[in-house]
């Protein structure tokens, strides 16, 4: 695959790739971290491997590349790359060219020519292959999930987080990444390989769970699977509940949310939650949704608690349950004239508005950080709220 050309640094390339073949003007490299199907791989190589996975390296599905060698400096520029050795016949292009290279007279002339040329070819594959992204990052992002799990240009990625997977009672670094149709998982450490794909048809339970040191997404299907040490746990969890539910929907109603499975982005599937939302409270249309976070609030006047999610905008606090009790709730930031919170394991939230009125949320998820938020946004409302009544 023909890479827009980016600058290498020779003393930095050489220390993770080895030297296959070269001319006077390109290299051809082999990632360290290369294991040859079916093989064992050396200690040097199972080490470099598992650094590929951990940082999220694109030489785990591209070992090789080709360089052109700038005459008389130490910067490379990167032009290929491929994901076997048959995948580099670029090689053969650099090797056909050297007669027409060595006509130019200047090497800034050769640098420019090399360039042009290899842009025209990026250009011409673009219009044969899968569109790409307006970000790079996600298109480099997409072209490895392909790789790594053998799925056809048509499989969607949505988005993918760095996580730990427990096998039995060992915790796996690796990458989950969420697809239209699939969640999967995979790992590489020091030559253990973990690589597995489940359907969201398949999904019979996905919840959230909690012990003393972590919080688990627990993904049951045919077997139970736990997902821990997210950086953003929330932000995955809520993904998968709308991936998995977009599945459903599509399978038993025929009523799916897009028409095209390819308009699916995580973008997309937070703009749907915030319409839902305005919707379901009936906000305007440019109410902006912030965050989501599970919680329990207490309903005096039925003496139950309602369990569901509480909904944070930019104006409101939201609060809908869905466990038959039909419990929702609405308040505007500006109603609002006190947070207040317990210091017991019960993680109580109690908001108090105008009208001596108090609501009572607990196990709110990140409770310090939920309760250092809302106040910020009550002050900030009370003030904009102060200065237009004076």
């Known amino acids: 695959m023909w890479l827009d050309p980016e600058e290498v640094l020779l003393k930095n390339a050489l220390k993770l790739w080895l030297m296959e073949r070269s001319n006077n003007y390109f290299v051809l490299q082999l990632h360290q971290g290369y294991v040859e199907e079916g093989g064992q791989g050396s200690p040097v190589s199972l080490l470099v491997g598992t650094l590929d996975s951990v940082l999220d390296s694109t030489a785990q599905v591209a070992p090789f590349r080709i360089l052109y060698q700038t005459p008389e400096s130490q910067v490379y520029l990167s032009i290929a790359c491929g994901a076997n050795r048959e995948e580099t016949m670029h090689w053969d ?27 025209i070819m990026l250009a011409e594959e673009g219009k044969h292959s899968f569109a790409k992204d307006d970000d790079p990052e996600k298109f480099e992002a997409h072209l490895k999930f392909q790789k790594c799990f053998g799925l056809p240009e048509q499989e969607k990625l949505v988005t993918y987080y760095s996580c730990s997977y427990w096998k039995r009672w060992l915790p796996c670094h690796g990458w989950v990444h969420l697809n239209t149709n699939f969640m999967s998982f995979y ?23 909690s012990n003393v040191i972590l919080t688990d ?29 977009y599945a459903i929907k599509r399978l038993l109603l025929g009523n799916p949310i897009f028409d095209n499975t390819l308009q699916i982005t995580k973008r997309g599937l937070e703009e749907t939650l915030c319409g839902q939302f305005n919707v379901c409270f009936r906000l305007l249309k440019d109410e902006t949704l ?19 999610k509480i909904y944070i905008s930019e104006n409101y606090i939201g609060f809908a349950s869905q466990d038959g009790y039909l419990c929702s709730v609405i308040i505007p930031f500006q109603q609002v004239l006190g947070i207040d919170k317990t210091n017991d394991s019960s993680k109580f939230v109690i ?21 250092a938020k809302l106040r910020l946004k009550c002050g900030a409302a009370s003030n904009h709220y102060h200065n237009i009544s004076t």
Not at 101 to 117: K, P
Not at 224 to 240: G, V
């Open 217 to 245: 997404i627990h993904v049951c299907s045919q077997e139970s699977h736990y997902f821990s040490m997210f950086l953003h746990i929330n932000q995955a969890y809520l993904l998968m509940e709308q991936l998995a539910s």
């Open 290 to 308: 912030k965050e989501v976070h599970e919680c329990i609030l207490w309903v005096p006047f039925s003496h139950f608690n309602a369990h569901r």
């Open 93 to 119: 292009w650099s090797q056909n060219i050297m007669k027409t290279l060595s006509a130019f007279d200047s090497s800034e002339d050769v640098t420019n020519f090399i360039q042009g040329s290899i842009r």
């Open 187 to 209: 790992s590489f450490l020091l030559g253990s390989k973990i690589k597995f794909i489940i359907s969201w048809d398949a999904v019979s339970k996905l919840e959230k769970t």
């Open 351 to 371: 908001i108090s508005i105008k009208g001596k009125t108090a609501f009572c949320f607990s196990e709110v998820t990140d409770f310090e950080q939920r309760v």
